[in-house]
């Protein structure tokens, strides 16, 4: 496990929701490890290597010394590796997938006039609250989600775990949108658990109850509430397709940081859990 210190040295360097550790552990069950500038989590015989530096300006060199470190210290069977760019690895290769992280960056700033208009039409039919755990309603809304859409099993595993994720972190902070007869419209989850950003880690709306621009409204939430607590910027995930890519494009928001997620071992269990983490920011 990390030190306090070590903790509160993450906290003033996380850059990617994979630093948060109450996430990752919340979901995945593994102990969070700091070693030589880089933090990872391990479980039984499984690795996840968070490969971008606390502290530091990225260095090949260095992340892969800590890597071998890490390797030789917790001998894995299956090893998961997310970084800026693909380090060598001797085990057998099972999956590659390339991405970008999106943000945000608060002082520079501007709310695009087309997002302004969207946000002021919802604003007449929906009320936001700002809560530190999720009910009844949230809980059904995640169900019916699952109920609706086909997933892996570790997606699947993501989504089962967000209510023990949320009451589990004391720096989490939910936004649900609920329309004038208090019905739950929509709720994004955020975590301000860093000291230069905010994540935007989960959004869910309500199919039965379709609202325009209320995902727009929440996100435009998290932004004040970043501002407020002096953040610098927002991170607002992965592309992961085009959708995805289009709202955070829509918000201002662009890739700076390279994702490339690398899966190896003897098989191919759980191959997609460290995708389905960095996935968590739904759209």
Not at 47 to 68: H, I, S, W
Not at 108 to 135: C, F, T, Y
Request: with cysteine; glycine share 8%; hydrophobic share 40%.
């Amino acid at each position: 496990m990390i030190t306090e210190n070590e903790a509160r040295f993450v906290f003033d360097h996380a850059c990617v929701p994979e630093h948060v550790s109450a996430y990752v552990t919340a979901v995945s069950g593994a102990e969070p490890f700091f070693s030589s500038g880089y933090l990872y989590y391990a479980r039984a015989d499984q690795l996840t290597f968070v490969g971008y530096p606390l502290g530091e300006d990225p260095d090949g060199k260095c992340l892969q010394a800590a890597l071998d470190r890490a390797i030789l210290e917790r001998k894995p069977a299956r090893l998961a590796v997310i970084a800026g760019h693909t380090p060598s690895v001797s085990m057998r290769s099972i999956a590659q997938e390339e991405d970008d992280y999106f943000r945000i960056m608060l002082p520079d700033w501007k709310m695009p006039q087309k997002v302004r208009n969207m946000i002021h039409r919802a604003a007449q039919e929906v009320n936001i609250v700002q809560e530190k755990s999720l009910g009844t309603e949230h809980g059904s809304l995640i169900a019916s989600f699952l109920e609706k859409h086909r997933m892996s099993g570790a997606m699947r595993l993501i989504f089962e775990k967000i209510s023990e994720y949320v009451s589990s972190s004391p720096t989490t902070q939910v936004f649900s949108a609920r329309d004038r007869e208090g019905r739950l419209l929509a709720f994004d989850v955020a975590e301000l658990g860093a000291r230069h950003y905010v994540f935007y880690m989960f959004n869910l709306r309500n199919p039965g109850l379709p609202m325009p621009g209320v995902s727009d409204l929440l996100f435009h939430q998290i932004l004040k509430k970043a501002s407020t607590l002096g953040k610098e910027y927002v991170n607002m995930g992965l592309g992961v397709n085009k959708g995805n890519r289009f709202f955070k494009e829509k918000w201002g928001g662009r890739p700076f940081l390279a994702y490339r997620y690398g899966l190896y071992g003897t098989g191919s269990v759980r191959s997609s859990f460290v995708r389905a983490l960095s996935q968590g920011l739904f759209r």
